[in-house]
């Protein structure tokens, strides 16, 4: 039975850590579970859409590019060798059930909707080899394995520690997250975890102030960017982090904390969304993007 609002199952013993994680299924091939395949090593990527799984093989290709032509300057051979090799570890299926059939870690990186997810974790449940562990890269819903975006680029790792998580299911998953090369930190399973608790209220502070036509779009996100340092601005980065995504964590805390005035449905958000401005993805959100 698996538990939610904590890593849903537990090794029992901190000495299977070093050899745990052979094969590695990642569910949901958007934008984060397309990076987060990449950074492991036998992979298999699981999405029901099988366009998604077309798209993602090929964003995978070309980041893998990115990184091949820094390491491999010198000898571009090696570096399509490199490219090749890093592709073949990663199997693709549309079908969560029989992916999970063998798998020792699931990454799931579904839709940010609770009821979505636990269906899916139940099935998964059902049919992964008892000693798997399975984590949730949820933004704000409960413990699991949470990367950022975009994931080869962004070194940090939250790892979630539920209140049940064990001692040996908790230091498998710190190692992992380093030998897929990330610097990990630890959080208790708490609202958004550290990055989103303190970015969500950040974010929705910076659309109020546009809403409220203190200032333009791009002179909000120049601000944070020449004056804060911030590589990309606030409504820069709702456009890249997905409208859709933005609305549902928003969405799912203002459910949970009615009371609370920061998590209160944003207008003009939710009018984006309706209209299929998702950002980036759709070509179009605070701002325009050429489609890819
Ligand atoms: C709508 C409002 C209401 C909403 C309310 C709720 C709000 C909720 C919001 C929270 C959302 C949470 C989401 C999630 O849970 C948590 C997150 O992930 S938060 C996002 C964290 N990410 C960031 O903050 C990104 C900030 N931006 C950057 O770091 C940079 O801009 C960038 C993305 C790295 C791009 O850098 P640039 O310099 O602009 O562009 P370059 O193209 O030159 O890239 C630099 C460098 O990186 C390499 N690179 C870029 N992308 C990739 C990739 N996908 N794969 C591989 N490599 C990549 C590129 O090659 C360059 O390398 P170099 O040549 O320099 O060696
Ligand atoms: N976008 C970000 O910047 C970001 C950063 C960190 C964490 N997250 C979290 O990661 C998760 C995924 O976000 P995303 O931006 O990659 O979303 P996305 O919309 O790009 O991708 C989600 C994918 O899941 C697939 N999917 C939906 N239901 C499925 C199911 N039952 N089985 C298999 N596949 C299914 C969809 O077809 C879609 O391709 C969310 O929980 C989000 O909160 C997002």
């Known amino acids: 039975m698996i538990q939610f609002g ?18 590695v299924t990642v569910i949901g091939g958007g934008l984060m579970g397309s990076g987060i395949a990449q950074a492991g090593q036998n992979v298999t990527l699981v999405d029901v859409n099988s366009e998604v799984l077309v798209k993602a093989q090929k964003s995978i290709g070309n980041n893998l590019g990115r990184v091949a032509k820094k390491i491999y300057k010198e000898n571009p051979q090696e570096g399509e060798k490199f490219v090749a090799e890093a592709l073949g570890r990663i199997k693709t299926s549309s079908d969560p059930v029989a992916a999970v059939k063998s798998t020792d ?8 909707n609770l009821a979505v997810k636990h269906d899916l974790f ?34 940090l790792l939250e790892v979630v520690r539920g209140a049940e998580t064990s001692e040996g299911t908790y230091a498998t998953m710190m190692e992992w997250g380093k030998a897929v090369g990330k610097t990990c930190i630890t959080c208790k399973d708490t609202p958004g975890f550290v990055v989103n608790r303190l970015l969500v209220p950040y974010i929705c502070e910076a659309i109020r102030l546009y809403e409220r036509g203190d200032a333009s779009a791009r002179d909000i996100d120049i601000a ?30 203002f459910k949970k904390y009615p009371e609370q005035a920061l998590f209160k449905p944003i207008p003009l958000l939710n009018k984006l969304v309706s209209e299929g401005k998702l950002g980036v993805k759709t070509g179009e959100g605070f701002y325009k993007y050429e489609k890819k």
């Open 6 to 23: 904590v890593i849903a199952r537990n090794f029992s013993s901190s000495s299977a850590v070093q050899s745990a994680i052979k094969n």
């Open 105 to 112: 870690l699931v990454v799931e990186a579904i839709v940010e």
């Open 122 to 155: 139940k099935k998964l449940d059902a049919a992964a080899p008892s000693h798997a562990i399975m984590a949730s890269n949820t933004s704000s819903l409960f413990g699991g394995l949470h990367f950022f975006n975009p994931v080869p680029v962004m070194r």
């Open 224 to 253: 944070m960017k020449l004056g804060a340092g911030y590589p990309m601005g606030p409504l820069e980065l709702a456009d890249y982090v997905g409208l859709d995504t933005n609305k549902f964590i928003l969405d799912g805390w």
